[in-house]
């Protein structure tokens, strides 16, 4: 059974509310669903329960769970990438963007030291770059599969 500081292994498949997957670890499924990489590996997810490696909810939803152990976990917004906080969509100059190279379009998605952000809206002078995790206000559903434990 799984307990806190236990190294898991698990296989999963990440869903928003309405079905959509997002992520998951079975290359199949990401076939299906048209989330297919080839630059990743599809393998089970390896991690330390109560490490903070993974979002708060999936943590909880593992603890307790057997080896073979099937379980759907939904875990509201508070417990995975947090709600969406309007004060971190900012504005920048467009011309400041277009002065590193950048022409600026609704949804693009930028790169900084902040990590991935998006172009959530424009107007005439400026780009609203949005700072939330794309899944920040969503609650999400993950089935998970439970394939081995082991201490560390």
Same mark, same amino acid.
């Given at each position: 059974?799984?307990?806190?500081?236990?190294?898991?292994?698990?296989?999963?498949?990440?869903?928003?509310?309405?079905?959509?997957?997002? #992520?998951?670890?079975?290359?199949?499924?990401?076939?299906?669903? %048209?989330?297919? *990489?080839?630059?990743?590996?599809?393998? /089970?997810?390896?991690?330390?329960?109560?490490?903070?490696?993974?979002?708060? +909810?999936? #943590? =909880? %939803?593992?603890?307790?769970?057997?080896? +073979?152990?099937?379980?759907?976990?939904?875990? /509201?917004?508070?417990?995975?990438?947090?709600?969406? #906080?309007?004060?971190?969509?900012? /504005?920048?100059?467009? *011309?400041?963007?277009?002065?590193? +190279?950048?022409?600026?379009?609704?949804?693009? /998605?930028?790169? !900084?030291? &902040?990590?991935?952000? !998006?172009?959530?809206?424009? =107007?005439?002078?400026?780009?609203?770059?949005?700072?939330? &995790? &794309?899944?920040?206000?969503?609650?999400?559903?993950?089935?998970?599969?439970?394939?081995?434990?082991?201490?560390?």
């Amino acid at each position: 059974m799984v307990n806190e500081g236990d190294t898991i292994t698990v296989n999963y498949i990440g869903q928003l509310e309405d079905g959509t997957i997002f #992520d998951t670890s079975l290359e199949d499924i990401a076939k299906e669903a %048209g989330q297919y *990489n080839p630059a990743r590996e599809y393998s /089970p997810l390896g991690f330390t329960v109560g490490a903070g490696q993974m979002i708060k +909810g999936f #943590d =909880n %939803g593992v603890i307790g769970m057997e080896i +073979g152990e099937e379980r759907t976990v939904t875990i /509201p917004a508070a417990e995975a990438y947090g709600e969406y #906080d309007e004060e971190l969509v900012q /504005p920048i100059e467009i *011309n400041h963007l277009k002065e590193m +190279g950048i022409e600026p379009e609704v949804g693009m /998605p930028l790169y !900084t030291q &902040h990590g991935q952000v !998006t172009v959530a809206k424009m =107007n005439d002078t400026h780009a609203f770059i949005d700072y939330n &995790h &794309h899944l920040a206000g969503k609650t999400l559903v993950f089935k998970i599969t439970l394939v081995s434990i082991g201490q560390e």
